[in-house]
């Protein structure tokens, strides 16, 4: 466990609007080493929520924290395997002793496996169920035991649009999954949502880390065929999760539980035969190959 302090208040940053100030709100956040998960502790921090910054990559979210820091919040990381459950109860016995409350959860880490559906192994099927499944079950039941107890709080599951629409490409254990948590989302805003526990889920279309810069380099038309199917003409980045986890963890979504919300340029919003208003890479190249040709 490292924690991380700074003797200044966020207040001296910026000025919050009250309906989304979090000043003295803990928040757990997975995945915090990097991408959607760095973006939505720093929104957070700016916000004035004290973090719990959770990664197997403890040094990649103690840079996180160091970040937060300058916020004037609390930041404490804890090197944990999502995909555990022992390991995620320990998790939370810490926050209960290090804060005594957990008022959001940014549920986003998991990994997931592609391969073809003929050729898929049932142990890696197990293992990205394990991931992106029973990990974030397991998370969202011990965050919300918690905030039933209080009576209060807010949970945000990253799901992904491979859980609406099939993506093909190796991705049927990873679709198989998210479609579960989605409605593992839905499920658990029924039951809880009375009491005072609203859960939702933010669905991604193709935002750019490493791994998704690794095979657009091993595939230089990649990135062209993503950008046929998003209107808006670009990928997603990390911080286009900023104002929607800030959003689903204050009080100005009190009245927003059991949503399911694409985070994709306008995706999913599109016929498979439109025509979206900008022109690709890949189509763009097309054209101007056929017109040298000419």
Same mark, same amino acid.
């Given at each position: 466990?490292?924690?991380?302090?700074?003797?200044? =208040?966020?207040?001296?940053?910026?000025?919050?609007?009250?309906?989304?100030?979090?000043?003295?709100?803990?928040?757990?956040?997975?995945?915090?080493?990097?991408?959607?998960?760095?973006?939505? *502790?720093? *929104?957070?921090?700016?916000?004035?929520?004290?973090?719990?910054?959770?990664?197997?990559?403890?040094?990649?979210?103690?840079?996180?924290?160091?970040?937060?820091? #300058?916020?004037?919040?609390?930041?404490?990381?804890? +090197?944990?395997?999502?995909?555990?459950?022992?390991?995620?109860?320990?998790?939370?016995?810490?926050?209960?002793? #290090?804060?005594?409350?957990?008022?959001?959860?940014?549920?986003?880490?998991? #990994?997931?496996?592609?391969?073809?559906? +003929?050729?898929?192994?049932?142990?890696?099927?197990?293992?990205?169920?394990?991931?992106?499944?029973?990990?974030?079950?397991?998370?969202?039941?011990?965050?919300?035991?918690?905030?039933?107890?209080?009576?209060?709080?807010?949970?945000?599951? %990253?799901?992904?649009?491979?859980?609406?629409?099939?993506?093909?490409?190796?991705?049927?254990?990873?679709?198989?999954?998210?479609?579960?948590?989605?409605?593992? =989302?839905?499920?658990?805003?029924? +039951?809880?949502?009375?009491?005072?526990?609203?859960?939702?889920?933010?669905?991604?279309?193709?935002?750019?880390?490493?791994?998704?810069?690794?095979?657009? *380099?091993?595939?230089?038309?990649?990135?062209?065929?993503?950008?046929?199917?998003?209107?808006?003409?670009?990928?997603?980045?990390?911080? #286009?999760?900023?104002?929607?986890?800030?959003?689903?963890?204050?009080?100005?979504?009190?009245?927003?539980?059991?949503?399911? %919300?694409?985070?994709?340029?306008?995706?999913?919003?599109?016929?498979?035969?439109?025509?979206?208003?900008?022109?690709?890479?890949?189509?763009?190249?097309?054209?101007? +190959? =056929?017109?040298?040709?000419?």
């Amino acid at each position: 466990m490292v924690g991380i302090t700074k003797n200044r =208040t966020y207040t001296e940053h910026i000025m919050i609007p009250s309906m989304f100030d979090l000043k003295d709100r803990v928040a757990v956040v997975s995945g915090a080493a990097q991408g959607l998960g760095q973006a939505t *502790a720093l *929104a957070l921090a700016q916000a004035g929520c004290n973090l719990v910054l959770v990664d197997r990559n403890l040094a990649g979210a103690q840079r996180t924290a160091a970040q937060a820091i #300058d916020y004037g919040v609390r930041s404490i990381c804890r +090197e944990t395997n999502v995909s555990d459950p022992g390991a995620i109860a320990e998790l939370f016995d810490h926050v209960d002793r #290090d804060f005594g409350r957990v008022d959001f959860l940014g549920n986003i880490a998991g #990994d997931g496996i592609l391969a073809k559906p +003929e050729e898929l192994q049932v142990e890696q099927l197990q293992q990205v169920l394990s991931n992106l499944v029973i990990g974030r079950f397991c998370m969202c039941q011990q965050a919300g035991k918690r905030m039933l107890a209080q009576g209060s709080g807010s949970i945000m599951n %990253i799901g992904s649009l491979a859980s609406t629409t099939a993506l093909g490409r190796g991705h049927i254990a990873y679709s198989m999954a998210m479609g579960a948590v989605v409605q593992m =989302t839905r499920e658990l805003s029924t +039951e809880w949502s009375h009491r005072g526990v609203r859960v939702n889920a933010v669905l991604p279309a193709q935002v750019v880390n490493p791994s998704l810069e690794a095979r657009m *380099a091993q595939d230089p038309t990649l990135e062209g065929r993503f950008l046929e199917g998003i209107p808006i003409g670009r990928l997603g980045q990390p911080k #286009d999760i900023m104002g929607i986890a800030l959003l689903l963890a204050s009080d100005a979504s009190e009245w927003i539980t059991g949503a399911i %919300i694409p985070m994709d340029g306008g995706n999913l919003a599109m016929n498979a035969g439109g025509t979206p208003g900008h022109q690709s890479a890949l189509q763009q190249s097309f054209r101007a +190959e =056929t017109q040298n040709q000419q």
